[in-house]
């Protein structure tokens, strides 16, 4: 390791081989500063007993975590994780994510009594999230939230937004503007590797389902002739279902041929089961989440990628689905409001198309343009290449790179020569 480069913590609830996408930028991250020469630790949690391990150059120490949710069930993880955080030796700069909320409230204390700076990647934007989404919090532990991860937010050296509206937000709630930045997330590496996109084939003149599909149907459809609209990843709070069920019920009487593929986890898999099993909604299929070898053949498998959000939490998250579209180089249908980056990204780069979060029919409608118009499905793939372009994840280890050195030079200004 450089003597130079600052030392780096990182904490998270979940880290690989625990399932999420927070765990898998972290580990891309930590692999990047390992790479760049920091000494870098991570903290999360097991399932298991506690351990400490290194993987390659990156020491990883995990606390036992009994796995319950549930608001009381993250606070005992959040107070876990402090604890643990105060056990370790000092970092000169520590980021905190989003798993569990308010885990940047811990990492604040923890910063100031180690004089660590501090960096707050905020993927999910606690607590205003729990108001948005009605969560079940008595009124007084809630409006406790409020005043302590306010207090909090003001208090992080530098807060790294996944988007311009969550930045925005931050600033509407009195975090100073001078002290966010602005880094999105990014598709897997698996999906922008340029050595595997090199043996990719041309793209035909015709819709990508007319021409050897059954080589590229692993999960459903054995005869590999319906139309796949994807849906990879957590359906939960934030995702909106009943515009899924109303449009697979205008589809699966108009157009058969389409079938609305999800895979992953969330609250809203049991909703469009149940949708499923009592409307007969044969077009709707369910799927668990798929291994990580899996990961690019299931994203080139939709030949259009959907992605939801409900109006209330725009600005309070940003749904790392859409870069895996992205990635994939398939047309997106944004079911979500139109002032938020994904829906302004979109309509911008022309890669897909927007509808209202509870428009069933406006989805319908345009789940059909794309496949009946092989222009619109091919303008939609170019559109999602042009939208990939400065979010690789060579473009935000950049900017991360940026964040760290001027936490680390703002907690250590290098003395005048004079």
């Given at each position: 390791?450089?003597?130079?480069?600052?030392?780096?913590?990182?904490?998270?609830?979940?880290?690989?081989?625990?399932?999420?996408?927070?765990?898998?930028?972290?580990?891309?991250?930590?692999?990047?500063?390992?790479?760049?020469?920091?000494?870098?630790?991570?903290?999360?949690?097991?399932?298991?007993?506690?351990?400490?391990?290194?993987?390659?150059?990156?020491?990883?120490?995990?606390?036992?975590?009994?796995?319950?949710?549930?608001?009381?069930?993250?606070?005992?993880?959040?107070?876990?994780?402090?604890?643990?955080?105060?056990?370790?030796?000092?970092?000169?700069?520590?980021?905190?994510?989003?798993?569990?909320?308010?885990?940047?409230?811990?990492?604040?204390?923890?910063?100031?009594?180690?004089?660590?700076?501090?960096?707050?990647?905020?993927?999910?934007?606690?607590?205003?999230?729990?108001?948005?989404?009605?969560?079940?919090i008595p009124d007084g532990v809630l409006k406790r939230a409020y005043t302590v991860g306010y207090k909090a937010l003001g208090q992080i050296d530098c807060i790294v937004a996944i988007?311009?509206?969550?930045?925005?937000?931050?600033?509407?709630?009195?975090?100073?503007?001078?002290?966010?930045?602005?880094?999105?997330?990014?598709?897997?590496?698996?999906?922008?590797?340029?050595?595997?996109?090199?043996?990719?084939?041309?793209?035909e003149a015709t819709l990508p389902h007319k021409k050897k599909l059954q080589e590229r149907r692993l999960y459903t459809d054995p005869t590999g002739q319906k139309f796949r609209i994807?849906?990879?990843?957590?359906?939960?709070?934030?995702?909106?279902?009943?515009?899924?069920?109303?449009?697979?019920?205008?589809?699966?009487?108009?157009?058969?041929?389409?079938?609305?593929?999800?895979?992953?986890?969330?609250?809203?898999?049991?909703?469009?089961?149940?949708?499923?099993?009592?409307?007969?909604?044969?077009?709707?299929?369910?799927?668990?989440?798929?291994?990580?070898?899996?990961?690019?053949?299931?994203?080139?498998?939709?030949?259009?990628?959907?992605?939801?959000?409900?109006?209330?939490?725009?600005?309070?998250?940003?749904?790392?689905?859409?870069?895996?579209?992205?990635?994939?180089?398939?047309?997106?249908?944004?079911?979500?409001?139109?002032?938020?980056?994904?829906?302004?990204?979109?309509?911008?780069?022309?890669?897909?198309?927007?509808?209202?979060?509870?428009?069933?029919?406006?989805?319908?409608?345009?789940?059909?343009?794309?496949?009946?118009?092989?222009?619109?499905?091919?303008?939609?793939?170019?559109?999602?290449?042009?939208?990939?372009?400065?979010?690789?994840?060579?473009?935000?280890?950049?900017?991360?790179?940026?964040?760290?050195?001027?936490?680390?030079?703002?907690?250590?200004?290098?003395?005048?020569?004079?």
């Amino acid at each position: 390791m450089t003597k130079d480069r600052p030392s780096i913590l990182i904490v998270n609830r979940v880290y690989p081989p625990l399932r999420g996408s927070t765990g898998r930028m972290m580990h891309d991250l930590a692999r990047h500063f390992v790479k760049a020469g920091h000494k870098v630790t991570i903290l999360a949690t097991s399932t298991g007993r506690s351990t400490a391990a290194s993987r390659g150059n990156i020491t990883i120490v995990r606390i036992r975590d009994h796995g319950k949710t549930g608001f009381w069930g993250y606070a005992k993880t959040l107070w876990r994780l402090y604890r643990a955080m105060l056990r370790m030796p000092r970092h000169d700069v520590l980021i905190t994510m989003s798993d569990p909320p308010l885990l940047y409230v811990a990492g604040q204390r923890a910063a100031k009594i180690k004089r660590s700076a501090h960096a707050h990647w905020c993927q999910d934007l606690y607590p205003d999230l729990f108001s948005a989404l009605k969560f079940d919090i008595p009124d007084g532990v809630l409006k406790r939230a409020y005043t302590v991860g306010y207090k909090a937010l003001g208090q992080i050296d530098c807060i790294v937004a996944i988007s311009r509206c969550m930045q925005r937000h931050l600033i509407r709630i009195g975090v100073d503007q001078r002290k966010t930045a602005v880094i999105e997330n990014w598709p897997d590496q698996e999906l922008v590797n340029p050595f595997a996109k090199a043996a990719a084939p041309p793209p035909e003149a015709t819709l990508p389902h007319k021409k050897k599909l059954q080589e590229r149907r692993l999960y459903t459809d054995p005869t590999g002739q319906k139309f796949r609209i994807l849906y990879a990843g957590t359906l939960g709070r934030a995702h909106p279902t009943d515009v899924i069920i109303q449009a697979a019920k205008i589809l699966q009487r108009a157009q058969p041929d389409i079938e609305l593929v999800f895979a992953g986890t969330g609250p809203g898999f049991e909703a469009l089961a149940a949708a499923r099993a009592s409307q007969g909604l044969d077009n709707i299929r369910l799927m668990p989440p798929q291994p990580r070898a899996s990961l690019s053949a299931l994203m080139e498998s939709g030949d259009v990628h959907l992605v939801t959000m409900k109006d209330e939490a725009m600005g309070l998250l940003m749904p790392s689905k859409f870069y895996s579209a992205l990635g994939a180089h398939r047309p997106v249908i944004f079911a979500g409001p139109a002032e938020c980056d994904i829906a302004r990204l979109v309509s911008r780069h022309n890669a897909g198309r927007v509808v209202r979060p509870d428009d069933g029919r406006g989805l319908a409608t345009a789940i059909a343009l794309f496949r009946t118009e092989s222009e619109v499905w091919f303008a939609g793939q170019e559109g999602a290449k042009a939208a990939l372009s400065g979010r690789l994840p060579s473009d935000a280890f950049a900017l991360w790179s940026n964040v760290v050195k001027k936490l680390h030079d703002g907690k250590h200004p290098k003395r005048s020569s004079k």
